[in-house]
């Protein structure tokens, strides 16, 4: 009989590979270099299955750009003492290693033999053929897969098999799993509420919305919880630019199909993938000048939007599919049920939908704007709708200062959703701001120009008033009083506009290069 165990290396697979061959001691415990082997021939002799590695390793780093973090995988695989020869021992786990990597995954293979329990140790690079696909081992699940095959190994050998093992003590989220339901099965049962309330299609997008769902069905309306009727978003390439006439306050972008040019403002434009896609937020009651083959007319946000829709639509994925407030990606409801066996696909949804009436409870949903309210709106309907959460007020359940790190951490997600869905709404407003604060900032200059030429004006008035010796100086304060204290006043009023905007701008900009940065550790 044999037991098995694994590991994964992520320091030194060149060390590892020292210790199996045992070099340091002259390959004592393999009897002198007797009882190894490498699988692959490129390895030369085992001993030099290292530097092979190694280049391996540096070819596929220049091939992908990323530093490999598994190195190697370490198997044991120990025999009984008295029950097999060494001999015996090679074959069994050359057979057995051959069969888990499968003839794809190079491996390096030593018996020791210094202890009672004759066991081999097997380093298996992670990657085929050296540089090709990577081996991704989830060895909760897969080393008892592992074992199974060196009990099959085993009973070809005519050796027993240790009996199988009870389960290992459940994880954490496995224990929670009991109280908690899952993304889908939340998804299942907001489904199962809220459509036959919502009364009709739209309704029941827009309630999840409202709950913080994102929705998404391959329509062309704005499928983002933070859509906005009064604007228009779409995305464009680069290479519809016009280089020769863009400047860094104006854009001239191709509308697609076509070679007419449209001047839009640099300020609607948010970059993306290292400038090489742009986001343009325009006005949906907005136009603005267009040029085809030097002839000039106006294009309007509208037929822009059928313009680029006819290019999102092909980009769009049908069927219904919802991400849950805090997940990272959308379900597709197709391939869910009702406790009946109702499908819950998108014909099927909007049949439900369609089917039922406006509750109350939707309705006042629906029209409330306070953020707290919609929190216990959902906390209500989380309830009745059978969803459980972290059980925070059972009877038996002691709150520990594990317990108070997850409320704590709890109450931070809502606090940033809450804050998260507050800014996406605003984001929209950023590019006004911007235009709005330069507007200011150029009056103020303006003003300070005039108020700058009024003094100079005032001093030479009172030089003329010394050299002429007159005591009457009122017509001086006359004209301060009629020319330069409104203009000076106007001045403070835009400068007091100034701080809240700025305090504004400076909120939206942190929260955009919040968003960047999450992007960023997404694409890693």
Known sequence: MATVKGWSISASASQAISYILDLKNSEEKTTGGYLVYSSDARNGPPQLAS????????KRRKKTGKEAKVKAYHFVQSFEPGSVTPEEVFDISKEWADKITEGKYPYVLAVH??????????????????TGKGWD?????????????????????????????????????????????T??????????????????????????????????????????????????????????????????TTYYLRIPKSQTYVQIPAAAVRWHRNKQTMKVTLPMEADFPAYRYGK?????????????????????????????PGAQRYLKTKYMETANGQPLDLDSVKLMTSQGRLSPQMKKLLTTDSLKAIHEMRTEIYRQAGINTIPMNQPWKKRD??????GQRAENTWQRLEWERHMRTQMRSLPFLRDNRCQIAEEIRKLNQTIEDIQTCIGEMEIQMIESDSDTPEHIERYKKENLMPLEDARDKLIKELGPLDKEIRELERYEKYQENRKEEKAR
């Open 51 to 58: 530097t092979t590695w190694k280049v391996w390793r540096e």
């Open 113 to 130: 033999t210094d202890k009672p329990h004759l066991h081999s140790h097997i380093l298996v690079h992670p990657y085929q053929n050296g």
């Open 137 to 181: 081992i989830f060895w909760k699940n897969d080393l008892q897969h592992f074992r199974q095959i060196s009990d099959a190994v085993c009973r070809e050998h005519g050796l027993g098999v240790l009996p199988q093992q009870s389960p290992k003590s459940r994880s954490y989220y496995e224990w929670m799993a009991d109280f908690n339901d």
């Open 183 to 248: 993304q889908q099965s939340t998804v299942k049962k907001v489904i199962e509420y809220l459509a036959p309330r919502s009364g009709s299609y739209q309704s029941f997008k827009d309630i999840l919305r409202k709950l913080d769902f994102s929705v998404e069905d391959g329509s062309l309306d704005n499928n983002s919880k933070d859509g906005d009727p009064s604007v228009f978003s779409f995305t464009a390439n680069r290479v519809l630019l016009d280089k020769e006439r863009t400047t860094d």
């Open 296 to 324: 000039e007319s106006r294009v309007s946000v509208a037929d822009l939007s059928e313009h680029f829709d006819k290019q999102m639509a092909q980009k769009k994925r049908s069927g219904l599919r919802i991400k849950p």
């Open 401 to 406: 200062a594990w317990l108070n790190y997850v």
